[in-house]
């Protein structure tokens, strides 16, 4: 399974966010706004990072929300947020994160899998900072491969 697109809506850039559940509000938004996922996965992603602790912060500066597949995701949807200023989510080892991704998929079959071909995306370790440094949402697809 190839990522999912990344529309105009779901790309935000140099946003400002006072903490890492304001940074995981604006992914979720993101995901709403391009009508992939209601409020509730938005809570939901928060909810399990309060739970399992900062577990989402996968590499230095780069977090990836996402929740389970529920009522909440309507379709397959990617988000894509860089933060003006890092926020701390408690990781000990990648702290701060400047990059926010947020995936919503809609199939439990294919979560692992989405959840794969991010890894694969991030295994170029220049990655997080070239998508931190991105001007325009062609910017940020072109790094992460994906299609408008």
């Not at 929740?67 to 947020?81: C, T, Y």
């Amino acid at each position: 399974m190839a990522l999912p697109p990344l529309p105009d809506v779901a790309v935000v850039l140099g946003a400002s966010a006072s903490s890492w559940r304001d940074a995981l509000r604006l992914a979720g938004g993101a995901l709403v706004t391009s009508g992939a996922a209601t409020q509730p996965y938005t809570d939901a992603m928060i909810d399990l990072v309060e739970e399992h602790g900062p577990y989402i912060v996968i590499s230095p500066g780069l977090a990836f929300a996402h929740a389970r597949p529920g009522p909440s995701v309507l379709r397959d949807g990617l988000a894509v947020v860089t933060l003006r200023e890092p926020v701390s989510f408690g990781h000990p080892h990648n702290d701060p994160v400047s990059v926010v991704l947020g995936l919503a998929v809609a199939e439990v079959g294919t979560h692992l899998e989405s959840i794969g071909d991010i890894a694969n995306t991030f295994n170029d370790d220049t990655v997080t900072a070239r998508l931190a440094a991105a001007t325009s949402a062609d910017d940020v697809r072109t790094i992460m491969g994906v299609s408008a």
